[in-house]
Nanobody, 116 residues
Framework: QVRLVESGGGLVQVGGSLRLSCVLS????????MAWYRQAPGKQRELVAG???????NYADSVKGRFTISRDNAKNTVYLQMDSLKPEDTAVYYC??????????WGKGTLVTVSS
């Protein structure tokens, strides 16, 4: 059974940093593309950053230069390093394989709250 478990969220002040982790189990991780998404209260879920199985990376314009996505295939884990956090980064963060036809059931996510 495929399972996604996100962790690393918390409360941080404006300008602070957090590192999120996501473990994908039940599949051969190195073949997966992976992405981080977020959903703020009252808003739709949006793509934040993605990394393919060949390590090609893309970012939403709103996080370019502040967030860094990476993966460790040996640990079945994808990371999101978030620096220079802003109040508008407050959201529940999720990970998944973004490919249509592959995307798995969503995990519980991890809450990031940026206080001003």
């Amino acid at each position: 059974q495929v399972r996604l478990v996100e962790s690393g969220g918390g409360l941080v002040q404006v300008g602070g940093s957090l590192r999120l982790s996501c473990v994908l189990s039940g599949t051969i991780f190195k073949f997966n593309d992976m992405a981080w998404y977020r959903q703020a209260p009252g808003k739709q879920r949006e793509l934040v950053a993605g990394i393919t199985n060949g390590a090609r990376i893309n970012y939403a314009d709103s996080v370019k230069g502040r967030f860094t996505i990476s993966r460790d295939n040996a640990k079945n884990t994808v990371y999101l390093q978030m620096d220079s956090l802003k109040p508008e980064d407050t959201a529940v963060y999720y990970c998944n394989d973004p490919r249509r036809g592959v995307m798995y059931s969503w995990g519980k996510g991890t809450l990031v709250t940026v206080s001003s």
